[in-house]
């Protein structure tokens, strides 16, 4: 058959020769033998290219043969009984009304209506979405409009076998005009272009080519959205050690580096709480992979210290059991005295943290490792302070009386050792570092549970940013001992070391009881988490996806039928009628006013929309549905938060209060896509070499809104041969020009281990102090061929000063100097003198005195302030300037 351009690139056969053929040979191979495969084929010297492709499938929740998911009794359950009440929405009454709510805005402080975007005339309106999925049910009241779909193309048949596909379409821009339809999609006034990649038997057929095969089909009609339910999980790899990064990710991110325009977006999957459960091709660098919140119409919330959470060996076994780390760390390991807490961070900087107070959380050490008087491990305010040496394993050489202690995880001693050390030095409470990025905790229960297995953890083995201090050896310490994440412990010693009176406290345990409304601040528990192989962030963002109700088949007889679905694979066309609302943000004129208006009609780069969303997200308050605790975003589970349309964007419209914290008073988009037809989002501003800079200078006029800068670049897709990592790496940097010789570097903060490995970094600064700040995104290495293009989305009580690309040309001007002091009034007039006796002779030559010695001229060569103590990488946050116009000089 004719080789596909894509296989032709590269492989010795010109790109002018379409009529090159190739000769397709299929190998079935298991997922442990893959790798040795793959290499025994590439050696083969009639090979060309070796393309590894995963049997792919849908992602819904899998329930066992009666139908019903195996759930914890629902008497453990906390009662959500009137959770989905609220204000009713004016006009038609939607089923799906508060998981579309949510992603329009409701629930900030900045809204009081319940969809700001439909009121604004936002519905989609002029937007194609692509949708790959089982099939389609156009008889479907919501689907059966003439116009509804741009495109319907089918592989093996036009037939939805289970109905997946016809909920996911009704989710994207379901619309019926008739009585009593009330199911409407997120993007209801949007066009499909939908392709049904399922097979005569109810399977999932696999795409020749994801790009010329599938999305430029869909492209072609006009889509630039793409929503994809299905993939191929990543458990084996998960358990190997090895890249999911396969032929079919590599060819999205070919793809969407081709046509900067598109989005790719795919739902995670629905391997449950244990981290790397994610599914491909989701791991691509430029899709946006949506994970699951729970809505108002779930049934089930769960608290971590109920005994009916534990799932023994049978539980396991079933295939369908669930999994609360707190309920079976106790009942199957006997580890006491758990609890979650959170952090509330104070001092000096507390109010420029406030969007990190209360989001780190803590698991509490075990009664052997310490067992305060109350139970509870929490404490007043008190000055934190990182040990030294930072593993509190030998001799304190600091003095950590009356303080918090920080103290890193290590091999050289044991936690009950370091605990009892900090408490005979006098810590008011010690707040353990884990050293590890992930901690693997094997629970005997799960041993015979097979690669396949839905919401447990990968064979027997659960994995999490979170540890639990925990020893063999008991003490008899009775100050609070807390356990959190490596990069939130980065983070807070940075913290420290920047601002070493800062002060943290723990007010009590954080309860699941607490976060029950709004319930989307919860995570399903079938959600999976990333990260990828190569430490990318994924899932990108989450959404509703627990108990959907949309469209449904209707060989029932019911042309309006609905039915409700759980999975990410509901939450992520969900997500796509929101990304498509944001699109038409932009395309209709919204921007930069945020009212429409003719003539300021633009088109996003697909990096943009993703810069938007993600830099407006918001961390969730609470836990996934079973209790498990989530780390603040960037999380391996949350991703950079949940999604919300109203506080990425200035929405002026009925509703909306702009002066509001969580409603931006302006967004300021940077698009440097060389694709764009205008100047007024900075298009052709690419970068071309490593080493290139582009800068920003931006006026903060209030303090009221937190400062938010995200950058997100679409990467050139990387060889299958690697891990998936990037190809091009650029950098964020945020800085606040405090005075004319002043500045302080807001962002990268601390170590940020994650920072070089994301196509997305988020920079949040809380109570930004008015003034002058600046943006520099820089190209830290561009490996690819041409140059590497770029979005930035900047929210809060900001303006951009055009033109202004430099630090030096940003600075705020020096103070005038002082004027001069006027001169004294003259004496008043003396007394005519007596004669004077006569005068010896005049003598010549005599010693001439000298002046004033001359007055101390001021420093000019930019001395850097000196470090604190403390590693070298946080060595001088605040610089001095050489003068005005020179360079900074800098340390660290």
Not at 540 to 546: F, I, R, T, Y
Not at 816 to 840: D, G, I, V
């Amino acid at each position: 058959r004719p080789m596909a351009s894509w296989a032709r690139d590269g492989v010795g056969v010109s790109v002018d020769r379409p009529d090159a053929k190739v000769t397709r040979v299929l190998v079935g191979v298991r997922p442990e033998g893959l790798v040795a495969t793959a290499r025994a084929l590439a050696a083969h010297r009639a090979a060309h290219l070796v393309a590894p492709r995963a049997r792919i499938e849908l992602i819904p929740v899998s329930s066992p043969s009666d139908g019903s998911p195996h759930l914890p009794p629902a008497t453990d359950a906390i009662s959500l009984s009137g959770s989905s009440t609220g204000d009713p929405i004016t006009g038609r009454a939607l089923l799906n009304a508060k998981a579309i709510q949510g992603l329009q805005g409701k629930e900030l402080a900045g809204t009081s209506t319940d969809t700001p975007f439909w009121d604004a005339g936002i519905t989609g309106a002029g937007q194609v979405v692509g949708v790959g999925d089982l099939g389609v049910d156009r008889a479907n009241c919501y689907l059966s409009g003439a116009e509804k779909f741009a495109l319907v193309r089918a592989w093996q048949n036009d037939v939805d076998e289970n109905g997946h596909g016809t909920h996911v379409c009704g989710s994207v821009a379901g619309y019926s005009a008739n009585s009593g339809a009330d199911a409407e999609g997120m993007a209801y006034d949007a066009t499909m272009a939908f392709t049904d990649i399922g097979t005569s038997d109810g399977g999932v057929a696999r795409p020749e080519s994801m790009g010329d095969d599938f999305y430029e089909h869909a492209r072609a009609v006009g889509a630039r959205i793409h929503t994809d339910s299905w993939g191929s999980l990543a458990y084996n790899e998960a358990l190997d050690g090895t890249s999911a990064y396969y032929t079919p990710t590599q060819e999205v991110d070919a793809y969407a580096a081709t046509n900067m325009d598109f989005l790719p977006m795919f739902a995670i999957a629905n391997a449950g709480s244990s981290i790397s459960t994610y599914a491909f091709p989701a791991n691509g660098k430029n899709t946006l992979a949506i994970g699951a919140t729970l809505s108002p119409n779930t049934e089930y919330l769960y608290p971590y210290d109920n005994d009916g959470l534990y799932c023994n060996s049978t539980c396991a076994a079933s295939g369908r059991g669930y999994f609360s780390l707190l309920s079976q760390l106790r009942l199957e390991l006997g580890h006491t005295g758990l609890g979650v807490y959170a952090l509330d961070i104070g001092g000096p900087d507390a109010a420029h943290w406030a969007h990190m107070s209360g989001e780190i959380r803590a698991i509490s050490a075990v009664t052997k490792v310490s067992s305060p008087a109350s139970g509870v491990h929490a404490f007043d305010a008190a000055v934190a302070i990182v040990t030294s040496p930072s593993d509190a394993c030998s001799t304190l050489s600091n003095d950590v009386s009356g303080k918090v202690a920080v103290a890193y995880l290590s091999s050289s001693c044991g936690i009950s050792d370091r605990v009892t050390r900090l408490a005979a030095a006098g810590a008011a409470a010690v707040v353990l570092v884990n050293n590890e990025a992930v901690t693997a905790i094997s629970f005997p229960s799960y041993s015979n549970v097979t690669s396949g297995t839905r919401f447990v953890p990968v064979g027997d083995v659960y994995r999490t940013p979170f540890f639990v201090p925990t020893d063999s050896t008991t003490t008899d310490a009775t100050i609070p001992v807390l356990g959190i994440p490596l990069k939130d412990g980065q983070l807070l010693e940075a913290i420290l070391h920047d601002e070493p009176n800062t002060t943290l406290a723990v007010s009590g345990k954080k309860l699941v009881e607490d976060t029950v409304s709004p319930l989307h601040e919860n995570l399903a528990q079938f959600s999976s988490g990333g990260p990828t192989f190569d430490g990318r962030i994924k899932p990108d963002l989450v959404a509703p996806g627990d108990s959907i109700d949309s469209a449904d088949l209707t060989g029932s007889g019911d042309t309006c039928g609905t039915v409700k679905k759980s999975g990410t694979s509901m939450a992520t066309p969900l997500a796509a009628g929101a990304m498509a609302l944001l699109r038409q943000y932009f395309t209709d004129g919204f921007y930069p006013t945020g009212t429409k208006i003719s003539g300021n009609e633009l088109t996003p780069s697909a990096a943009l929309l993703r810069a938007v969303a993600i830099n407006g997200a918001r961390s969730m308050k609470g836990f996934d549905q079973y209790g498990n605790p989530l780390d603040p975003p960037p999380s391996p589970r949350q991703g950079w938060g949940r999604l919300n349309l109203a506080s990425s964007v200035l929405l002026v419209s009925d509703g909306v209060n702009n002066t509001a914290a969580d409603t931006p008073s302006n967004m300021i988009a940077i698009d440097a896509w060389s694709g764009g037809k205008t100047t007024d989002l900075h298009y052709n501003t690419e970068l071309e070499a490593t080493g290139d800079e582009r800068g920003y200078c931006l006026d903060v006029y209030g303090s009221t809104e937190e400062l938010r800068v995200t950058l997100v670049y679409t990467d050139p897709e990387s060889d299958t041969a690697g891990d998936g990592s990037l190809v091009n790496n650029l950098d964020l940097y945020l800085y606040h020009l405090e005075t004319h010789d002043t500045e302080r570097q807001l962002y990268p903060f601390g170590v940020m281990y994650l920072q070089g490995w994301q196509s997305v970094k988020r920079a949040i600064w809380s109570a930004p102090t008015t003034g002058q700040y600046f943006v520099k995104v820089h190209a830290e290495s561009i490996a690819g061929s041409g140059n590497q293009s770029f979005a930035l989305a900047i929210t809060g009580q900001v303006t951009l000063r055009e033109g202004v690309q430099t630090r030096e040309s940003c600075v705020p001007f020096p103070p005038p100097p002082s004027p001069p002091p006027s001169p004294p009034s003259p004496p008043p007039p003396s007394p005519p003198p007596s004669p004077p006796p006569p005068s010896p002779p005049r003598r010549f030559g005599g010693s001439r005195r000298r002046g004033g010695t001359s007055p101390n001229l001021r420093d000019v060569r930019g001395v850097v302030s000196s470090c604190p103590s403390g590693p070298p990488r946080f060595c001088a946050r605040r610089v001095k300037r050489k003068t005005r116009y020179a360079s900074i000089w800098r340390t660290g």
